[in-house]
């Protein structure tokens, strides 16, 4: 903020010592004119420095030591006290003190002290030293008054850019606490439902294992029991992976590898895993997919989507209910399908599915999830170069579709 605020500073500065260089030649001060001349070097220097070069304290240091001995020398040749260089080294003062770093404060407090005092006292004691430069009163009143309004504008334009920056930066603070706020938000509902959905599968395993120790189960009960605890396991071991690879990327940012990656061989294995799941359901999976079609992708980032896409699919698709997964070229990408006929999506739902907002859901036979998937899914397509999306209405089914580019 400080450093906009001297930029915009010299800014000023170059076009006021424009000004002063042919006022003061105009009322017969060519010293002065002089001496105007050399500060507007140095103020452009000084902006080239600081804008360009981006060393604004070099600059400003270098910038507040020139101007003030230069100003300094212009008091001998522009009336002394009677002059307007005081006015000047008040105003060079009060600009430093606004965009010099807090740690030259006293600094130049004390170096804008021992000029002046010095200046008054070499002109009490040798007063032969000052050049009075005015050849009329009037041009006395002209100097006072044009270095008074000089002043004013550039107090004016400096407290104008610091009250703007200022603001700018308020903002960006209070956008950037917004965001963290929101974050926090958001990881402690996650934690929360972490700890409340992990509960309950492994509360079933602790049972069970209760069970075997102090009842004797008959071969039916027994692998009934075995079934339902291997279904419990096997979204837990799905909830753990979504949660490793959202704290993975929490941590450690995207870390992401695109390779070219034959469709078919990817998915295929993905698909003849949940084959089992879906057959104990009552549920079907039809996989299609053209055996040349290459896309370029991550390839644990891929998998994990179509897992999570595949498992929701089974998950909200009742018994005697069909799963598709679909794979062809649209629209020059690589188009992924996963299609179901079951419950859908509620239309109140649906704004927040892919944010960490979404409501954790039952399947139809119970089955329990964090919510985290499809947020997953959305970051990983997107981060991938591709898109994710999805169809639904309720009590007939939804379709996710994932676009990925194709492999050239």
Known sequence: MESRVFNSVCVVGILAMVYNIAFNYSIGLREASFISLVLFIVFTFLYYLSRIKN??????????????????????FNGGIVGSTLLLLLLVYFLLSIVAPTRQYRFWFLFNLIIVFSLLTVEYFYP???????????????????????????????????????????????????????????????????????????ASVQQYLEVILETELDPE?????????????????????????????????????????????????????????????????????DPALTVIADSNMLQLIVRNLIGNAIKFTASGGVVSVVVRVSNQQGLIIVQDNGIGILAADQEDLFSLKSRSTFGTNQEKGVGLGLFLCKEYA???????????????GTSFYLALPLAV
Do not use: C
């Open 55 to 76: 060393k604004f304290y070099i600059s400003i240091t270098a910038g507040g030591v020139l101007i003030s001995l230069l100003l300094g020398v212009n008091y001998f």
């Open 128 to 202: 032969q030293s000052v050049i009075s430069g005015y050849s009329s009163r009037l041009n006395h009143i002209l100097d006072v008054a044009s270095t008074y309004i000089v002043a004013v504008i550039l107090i004016y334009l400096t407290a104008y850019f610091f009250r703007k920056a200022y603001k700018a930066e308020r903002r960006l603070v209070e956008e950037k606490s917004m965001v963290l706020k929101q974050l926090n938000a958001e990881q402690n509902r996650l934690f929360s439902i972490i700890s409340h959905d992990l509960r309950s599968p492994l």
């Open 221 to 289: 009960q027994k692998r009934k029991t075995e079934s339902d605890l291997l279904v419990v396991v096997n979204h837990t071991q799905d909830m753990l992976t979504n949660l490793l690879s959202w704290s993975a990327t929490q941590m450690n940012g995207m870390n992401v590898r695109l390779v070219r990656i034959p469709m078919a061989s990817l998915l295929k294995p993905i698909v003849e895993i949940y084959k089992p799941l879906a057959a104990k359901k009552g549920v079907q999976i039809d996989f299609s997919v």
């Open 382 to 396: 997107e981060v991938q170069q591709g898109r994710l999306w999805f169809e639904s209405e309720h009590g007939v």
